[in-house]
């Protein structure tokens, strides 16, 4: 197979001979196609002893890394036993782990190692991090790190990528990746890409910046575009432009119970058409609130997603005849959804039934950037009731369909 490599390929290949060679940017851009190739390189020519490999978790080391490496050397060269994580390429023992976990390190104390190569390593753990360099001792060991951007105090950006000792002596080199360096992307999809992201997320997986998350988390949410009036929704229910209804709960005791029941249009555009904000409220009147609105719509909620960190509340509203299943709650992706259905006007409420929405969402925002909290890379944890509902629906209703 003849090989197209980009320019930026090209020299990371030729020239990725530093002690730590990272290779970061945007998604998709290339870097784990030409890292593969560099590391065979390495595997067939680098000094001899244990390597490693490290992913978040061993399976997406296998799902992102792995399956590529193996079509390209052929069934003949690699033998896997996804158990252990031991791989045998061209016959050198690979050990290959999960690192995001504090206690990862332990699994590597005491080894010594020819060469690592770290998948997604902004989000191995630190203590990993430091544990696997030390532990690359053989005279001649390399290390190869593919990343996309994080958080700007992010410890691979301030301890590594920035540290003028390490760049000056030659030990650490890096390449930044854009979507113009993997030329096999085609227009189209770079398109799709693009539109799949907005906020700080865009900023970071497609123009590959290390930018930090600031100001109001929904931006591209506007008053003016994105509310509707309760006349307008009424049409849409009588006029059946829903082909379902979908909704979430955030769970509070002494805060607010938040739930938000959505319409979902055939073109799968969702507009929130009611919300149930109360304190010191009980499950079974966030329940009775659910049945009353099945009654009033003539159709009973699709799905009710509910924070999963008390589900004996979610299991007494499906013993109520709810529709009820905890929730998926990862932060960052399901930040995204929320805001790339904003960006790409697919998501809409109705402000005079929803207020408290509308409140949280013009005043839902990250730490100032000189706040220690910032580096954390969470919104501030205050008002968000209504926001989390919403997360834990939009995100997980969409999370498996590529819509
Ligand atoms: N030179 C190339 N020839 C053929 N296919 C390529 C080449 N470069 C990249 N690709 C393909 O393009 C897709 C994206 O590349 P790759 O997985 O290396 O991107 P990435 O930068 O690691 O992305 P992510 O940040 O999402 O992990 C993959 O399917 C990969 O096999
Ligand atoms: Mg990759």
Known sequence: MALKLSPKQKHYYANSNAKINVSHGAVRSGKTFITNLRWLKFVRHGPPGKLLMSGRTKESLKENVLDDLFAMVGEENYRYNAATGVLYLFGRKIECRG????????????????GWYADEVT????????????????????IFWTTNPDHPKH?????FLEKKSLRDKGLLLHWHFYLEDNATLTPDYIEMLK?????VFYDRNILGQWAVAQGRVYQDYS???H???????????REREFMEYIAGTDWGISAPIAANIYGVTRDYKFYQIAEFYQSRSTTEEVGRW???????????????????????????????????????KEIDAGLNTVMTLFKNDRLFVCS???????????TYRYPEPDDPKAALDTPIDADNHSMDAKRYCLHNYLRYRRI
């Open 123 to 142: 989000i191995q753990h630190k203590e990993f991090v430091k544990q696997a360099i030390a532990r690359c001792s053989v005279s001649g060991a390399q």
């Open 290 to 328: 659910y049945l009353q609105q099945e009654a009033w719509l003539g159709k009973k909620i699709s799905v009710i997603y509910c924070d999963s960190a008390e589900p004996d509340r979610t299991l007494e509203l499906q013993k109520m005849g709810l529709r009820a299943m905890n929730a998926n």
């Open 155 to 159: 410890h691979i950006k301030t301890d």
């Open 352 to 362: 005079e039934t929803c207020p408290d929405t509308v409140n949280e969402l013009l």
């Open 195 to 199: 539109g799949s992201f907005s906020g």
């Open 223 to 225: 008053e003016e575009r």
């Open 99 to 114: 690192a995001e976990k504090i206690d990862s390190e332990g699994k590597i104390r005491g080894r010594t190692y020819a």
């Open 227 to 237: 509310n509707v009036s309760r006349e307008e929704i009424n049409r849409m229910i």
